[in-house]
């Protein structure tokens, strides 16, 4: 098991969830995940419990990637998480969220979400700023390109 920890830009914890470790990478950890909180309608997708997610986390990129499959199986998309490179021990993972989010549909449509969030955030020195554009740029050309998780798009 392994915990996953998810702070925001002044570093205070969000949320905490336990997940199992699927693959070790060289710079991140593949994590499986089961969505137990209540059903959450997001309008472009529904998050149920039983989801099944599979997480990529990486101490090199400034994203997250979550696979987000129904608990028989099917396909949902992926939920993308724009974040400072992530902090990854033996036992936790602990990241920071910068608030900008992406959806990718099965079909490998991309959904921005979130911008004014993170536009309208004081919290997000340049450094940050850059990073998050950075990723956002990395994570979108992944996309376009069917690259590592994406080559499973429809």
Known sequence: ??????????????????????????DGVVVGATWVRADRELGYTRFETGDQFVEYFYSDRWFNVF?????????????????????????????????LDVWVNPAGEALLLDEDEFEATVLLDERRRLGARQGLRELLGMVERREEVFAACL
């Not at 969830?17 to 070790?24: A, D, H, I, K, N």
């Open 67 to 99: 696979a987000v499959a129904s608990r028989k199986g099917v396909r949902k998309g992926w939920y993308c998480n724009i974040a400072e490179p992530a902090c990854i021990s033996r036992d936790v993972v602990t990241q920071v969220d910068l608030y």
């Open 1 to 26: 098991m392994i915990t996953i920890i998810k702070l925001d830009p002044a570093g205070t914890e969000q949320t905490r969830y336990e997940g199992t470790v699927l693959e070790r990478l060289a």
